[in-house]
């Protein structure tokens, strides 16, 4: 028929007419197009990464979660799960998949709606690195051409890394590697078929299916990815099976389902801030999207025994100062209806920290408390509620009383056990470094960085207290003092001429004076008295020049008798450096924590060339003088403030206790001659810790909690005695003295007698010898041989 033809004439110029201006548009278009350079060098914003010495990620900063993956290198499975969710004939396809586009219309069509997307891998690809995601027939017709243009340039392989690299994931995370360790805690290659199938179904709606915030839509998309795997063949119907009853485990799961999980907050956050802040200064912002790599000197077990001897020193000290009330409250409805999901969303509102997991009571009574935790009940009764007893009962305010709906802290203990406990207020810190090279081997700034940022280990200037006392001693060694000097434990008080200000009268800790003592004896007893004589005697003015040895700041001690007793300021850091002085035989050595910078590609930007003692460090204390102070300060150890340590078993340990006025800062500064370490207990806002709490009951269990592990494998260390020092026996115990300066004597200074006294009748009995009698008065140490001074009387008395 003739108008059929028309018709048909008419069509097919129509239809020409449209190709001839849809070829002349993409022609246009295609002029337009951008260049590839962007994919072709491909520089994609990797974060910040900060590594222990060992090579153990430890942290990483920036705004993009990125771990770059080679595409060989990518497990198959979840090659598959990704085509199968994407584009399942993306091998097949020149960019744009036309079967695909049909499918998806068809499938929309009876849907009546849309349902289902046809952007193939490339378009995609095209998409992140070039175009907007609003959704225009311009933006998608540039989208088809850039796919074109790219499938060009690049071979499928090439394309599927950029996506696998690039795509957004969720939680900040770009890339499947980012993605993997963000909701699984794992890397690619350990993906089970299920989590692959998982993450591949998030690039549909990142937001939407987060696992963290939606598992059941997340669950659901999962389904569905493993369905299309089926049907393509990629899977059979077993592995469906077993991939679709598998439990979704996310990384948080993990830690409430193993509570020793949560004591791993992230291992040295302290140090990875101070190496963020140092890339940041060097860097610049670049710093977060260069893909710089820094690897601290930090030892991964170290670090980790740090961080628990803090805790667990912070947990004992919180203990003995009792329960100070719920942390807060939950609404109790939630368990009286048994709403389990809305009081798990609730108690989420209170995170977990290490050794403080959060729980909600759901029973209290004075025989029994029931707490719940994440679908966990945990019953407490008998000597496990002696900690909150005091708040349990109808008689305690309801702000501080035990009831249900108030959230506690519970801690896991060994063989499945558990226990009440709190989030401590007091803050403790270590520093640990090698004694030679000053290599820092773990520090810890507080109990958790996620309470506090504030780091005491390098921040916090406190009163060091009687652990400054060697610093003291070092100096008097060079004046004539010795271990073996008689110096007087007794009051003393000086004038407002002499201390500058007003009436002073030094008093030791315990107010017990025991008289004449060796000068080792005090060390070890850590007399106040002695210090400040001592001090006094080599002049204030001197010892603040002999600190500048240890690399101290004579600003921070002021040049006034009160410094024998650690008045000044100093930061565990600080001390660290000054002990290793007498560690390492008297070489001050700069304690450091970067040991080397690379890039992205892995070139080296930094690698730092530490003075290591004996040989390039500056020597600051003469060999003798350290040899003599480390004799001291293992007296300390011996048979002092610090014999707790003793249960370590080792003769090569040294240090100095620490307590300042009102119990405010309690420290350990100690070493072995390869590691010093350094523990602080205290309040950020000083204030006392209480009447009982010294660095031998606060600081020194850390210390020793610590060096345990730091010790482990560590031989003993025996020093020879250096040239200068001579030997001298007093009764049958070797002391030591400089060879120039007069041995020890062997009595302490006697009194002088007046002239006017006269002999005493009954000359042979020593029970009424005033020379005894001073002896028992004044506590001085018995003669070796009974000695007998003229037995005198005044003459008033006869």
């Known amino acids: 028929m003739p108008w059929v033809k028309s018709l048909l004439v008419v069509l097919l110029a129509l239809i020409a007419t449209a190709f001839g201006v849809i070829a002349t548009t993409a022609a246009l278009a295609w002029q337009k197009l951008p ?35 080679n595409v060989h290198v990518v497990p198959e499975h979840l090659k598959l799960a990704i085509l199968a969710a994407e584009d399942e004939r993306f091998y097949e396809h020149p960019g744009v998949d036309v079967v695909g586009i049909a499918r998806a219309a068809l499938v929309n069509f009876v849907r009546g709606g849309r349902a289902q997307g046809a952007s193939t891998i490339t378009m995609q690809v095209a998409r992140n690195f070039y175009l907007s995601r609003e959704k225009t027939f ?86 569905y990815v493993l369905s299309r795997m089926l049907d393509a063949g990629f899977i059979d119907q077993a592995q469906y099976e077993t991939a679709r009853a598998e439990p979704i485990v996310l990384v948080q799961d993990r830690s409430r389902r193993d ?115 994440h679908g966990q009940t945990i019953e407490f009764t008998g000597k496990a509620l002696d900690f909150v007893r005091s708040n349990i009962g109808t008689k305690i305010p309801e702000a501080k009383r035990l ?34 090279t000053g290599a820092v081997r773990a520090l810890v700034g507080g109990y958790d960085f996620s309470l506090t940022k504030f780091n005491h280990a390098t921040q916090g200037q406190r009163q060091p207290g009687s652990s400054f006392k060697p610093f003291i001693y070092s100096a008097a060694l060079e004046k004539g003092w010795g271990p073996g000097s008689w110096v007087e434990d007794e009051p003393i008080s000086f004038s407002a001429e002499v201390t500058g200000s007003k009436d002073w009268e030094p008093k030791n800790y315990d107010n017990r004076y025991e008289g004449w003592m060796r000068l080792r004896d005090a060390v070890a007893k850590s007399k106040n008295v002695v210090a400040v004589r001592v001090l006094n005697d080599i002049t204030t003015g001197y010892a603040q020049q002999w600190l500048t040895r240890f690399g101290l700041d004579p600003a921070k001690h002021p040049p006034y008798l009160a410094m024998a007793l650690g008045s000044g300021s100093a930061t565990p850091w600080e001390m660290a450096r000054a002990y290793a002085v007498f560690a390492n035989g008297g070489y001050l050595v700069e304690p450091y924590f970067i040991q080397e910078i ?125 040239e200068g020092i001579s030997t001298v026996l007093l009764g049958d115990v070797p002391e030591y003295h400089y060879s120039e300066f007069p041995p020890p004597e062997p009595y302490p200074p006697m009194p002088e007698f007046p002239e006017f006294l006269y002999e005493h009748p009954a000359a042979n009995d020593t029970s009424e010898d005033p020379l005894y009698d001073l002896i028992r008065q004044r506590r001085l140490p018995q003669p070796v041989e009974p000695r007998h001074a003229p037995i005198l009387e005044r003459p008033f008395l006869n």
Do not use: C
């Open 598 to 722: 690379r890039d992205a590609q892995g070139n080296l930007l930094l690698r730092v060339q530490p003075k290591v003692a004996a040989r390039d460090a500056p020597r600051v204390l003469s060999e003798r003088n350290a040899w003599l102070m480390d004799s001291l300060l293992r007296s300390v150890v011996e048979r002092g403030t610090a014999t707790a340590a003793r249960k370590l078993k080792r003769s090569d340990l040294a240090g100095k206790t620490g307590t300042t006025n009102n119990q405010v800062d309690t420290w350990f500064a100690g070493y072995q001659p390869k590691i010093v370490a350094v523990s602080w207990l205290g309040f950020s806002q000083p204030r006392s810790l209480g009447r009982a709490e010294t660095g031998g009951r606060a600081a020194l269990p850390i210390w020793i909690e610590y060096m345990e592990t730091a010790l482990r494998g560590q031989p003993e260390v025996k020093r020879p005695m250096p």
């Open 403 to 436: 009831r249900p709906g108030a959230i506690v802290r519970i801690r896991a203990l060994p063989e499945g056990r558990w226990e009440l406990t709190q989030i401590p207020e007091a803050q403790a810190a270590l520093i640990s470094i090698d004694a030679d």
């Open 35 to 69: 260049e590839l350079d962007q994919i072709l060098d491909y520089q994609p914003k990797i974060p910040l990464r900060v590594y222990s010495a060992e090579g153990e990620p430890l942290a990483e900063f920036g705004e993009e979660r990125r771990v770059v993956l």
């Open 138 to 223: 311009n933006r998608k017709f540039y989208e088809i051409l850039l796919a074109f243009k790219i499938e060009r340039e690049l071979t499928k392989d090439q394309i599927l890394e950029l996506y696998l690299n690039q795509i957004y994931l969720g939680q900040r995370a770009y890339g499947f590697a980012a993605a993997a360790r963000t909701y699984f805690g794992k890397p690619v290659q350990e993906l089970s078929l299920a989590e692959a199938a998982l993450l591949a179904g998030l690039p549909k709606a990142p937001s939407l299916l987060n696992p963290l915030r939606n598992p059941e839509a997340s669950k659901r998309r999962r389904e």
């Open 259 to 373: 509570p020793a999980a949560i004591n791993d907050n992230g291992t040295g956050q302290y140090v990875a801030e101070m190496a963020r802040l140092f890339a940041l200064e060097r860097f610049g912002e670049a710093a977060y999207t260069a893909g710089i790599r820094i690897f601290t000197t930090i030892r991964i077990e170290d670090q980790r025994a740090a961080e628990a001897a803090v805790r667990h020193g912070l947990l004992a000290y919180d203990r003995r100062h009792g329960y100070r009330g719920p942390e807060g409250w939950i609404a109790p409805e939630a368990i009286t209806e048994e709403d389990w999901d809305a009081l798990d969303a609730q108690l989420s509102g209170f995170p977990d920290l290490p050794d403080a997991l959060a729980a909600v009571v759901v029973e209290a009574n004075e025989r029994k408390l029931v707490v719940w935790r």
